[in-house]
């Protein structure tokens, strides 16, 4: 599965972004869908997972009430809604896809496949 990140940018504190992760070479219904992020200077950190059929979701607590997650089986692709965006959410926002169990999903290493990331900015 080949995964490719977009809709990152340069926003305002409080405002909203949606990040769209398109997957080609084959159909993400078979797994799990994941956003991670990654500050300079930090690990990579899970933000929010999606399990194949939409359900269940799981976000870190960081960025609960605040980002959504969502998918489009038919589309081949995975969202992810921000709003009331915050300077702390600064990041390389990166999707992945894992084939293994939904438990393992808010941990990096375990995730099968990654995209490029694309560049979230949030300024005060």
């Known amino acids: 599965v080949q995964l490719q990140a977009s809709g990152g940018g340069l926003v305002q504190a409080g405002e909203s972004l949606r990040l769209s992760c398109a997957a080609s070479?084959?159909?993400?219904?078979?797994?799990?869908m994941g956003w991670f992020r990654q500050a300079p200077g930090k690990e990579r950190e899970f933000v929010a997972a999606?399990?194949?059929?939409?359900?269940?979701?799981s976000y870190v607590d960081s960025v609960k009430g605040r980002f959504t997650i969502s998918r489009e089986n038919a589309k081949n692709t995975v969202y992810l809604q921000m709003s009331s965006l915050k300077p702390e959410d600064t990041a390389v926002y990166y999707c992945?896809?894992?084939?293994?169990?939904?438990?393992?999903?808010?941990?990096?290493?375990?995730?099968?496949?990654w995209g490029k990331g694309t560049q979230v900015t949030v300024s005060s």
């Open positions: 992945a896809a894992s084939n293994t169990a939904w438990g393992t999903v808010h941990r990096a290493y375990d995730m099968n496949y």
């Open positions: 070479g084959r159909t993400i219904r078979s797994y799990h």
């Open positions: 999606i399990g194949r059929g939409g359900v269940p979701t």
